[in-house]
């Protein structure tokens, strides 16, 4: 079975500018959640999606949304990007609402 | 707001010494995981924690879930370099999202 997988691997991108995420989750898997990983602030929930529709969210600004799509393949996007956007962004799936997380390797986002 | 506090932050450690990180919840979860992240890796379980007092173990690791369902440690014993990384705990309270605790980074020298 193939893993989670992300794209792209790496993306710099300016301030200001836009950016998309894309998360395939495994086969079967129909929970998908994304984080946000910097080095100060460890793993930080940003939403979670199953069967198309949004079941939580964290505590970020609205720039930051998704979508799930009826494959289970979800995005992540982010507007107007500022500096501190920069970080790792980890998509999980899982095949249980609240079960373990398979993480995929994660988007790396430079923003300057 | 729901969170986890792990600790330590940071721990190093000579092969063969024994090592323990914490979390913490101020309130009552309804289950607990663990997950070890290797340096430039991502996140990969480890196990999860429902019923309250549980312990498990896999090989040197031990987990343990306490009786009030509000902390968990996990404990490796006679670390080996294999078992450098971060770890993180990963607590759940019913709303079906988990939220991970800040890590405690393992360095362990041969």
């Known amino acids: 079975k193939a893993g989670v997988t992300q794209t792209p691997r790496y993306l710099i991108k300016t301030r200001g500018q836009q950016v998309t995420l894309s998360c395939s989750p495994i086969s079967g898997h129909r929970s998908v959640s994304w984080y946000q990983q910097t080095p100060g602030q460890g793993l930080q929930f940003l939403f979670e999606y199953f069967s198309e529709t949004q079941r939580n969210k964290g505590n970020f600004p609205g720039r930051f949304s998704g979508r799930q799509f009826s494959n289970s393949r979800s995005e992540m996007n982010v507007s107007t990007l500022e500096l501190g956007d920069s970080a790792l962004y980890l998509c999980?799936?899982?095949?249980?609402?609240?079960?373990?997380?398979?993480f995929g390797s994660g988007t790396q986002l430079s923003v300057l | 707001g729901q969170q986890v506090m792990q600790i330590p932050q940071y721990q190093h450690v000579q092969e063969g010494e024994d090592f323990t990180t914490y979390c913490n919840s101020s309130?009552?979860?309804?289950?607990i995981q663990w997950y070890k992240q290797r340096p430039g890796g991502h996140p990969v379980f480890l196990i999860q924690?429902?019923?309250?007092?549980e312990v498990k173990k896999q090989k040197r690791l031990t987990f343990q879930f306490g009786e009030a369902k509000k902390n968990s440690s996990l404990h490796i014993t006679a670390t080996q370099t294999t078992d450098v990384g971060t770890y993180f705990c990963a607590g759940e309270w019913d709303t079906d999202k988990l939220i991970f605790g800040t890590g405690t980074r393992l360095q362990v020298f041969p």
């Open positions: 924690l429902v019923k309250s007092g």
């Open positions: 999980a799936s899982s095949s249980d609402l609240v079960g373990k997380l398979f």
């Open positions: 309130t009552t979860l309804s289950n």
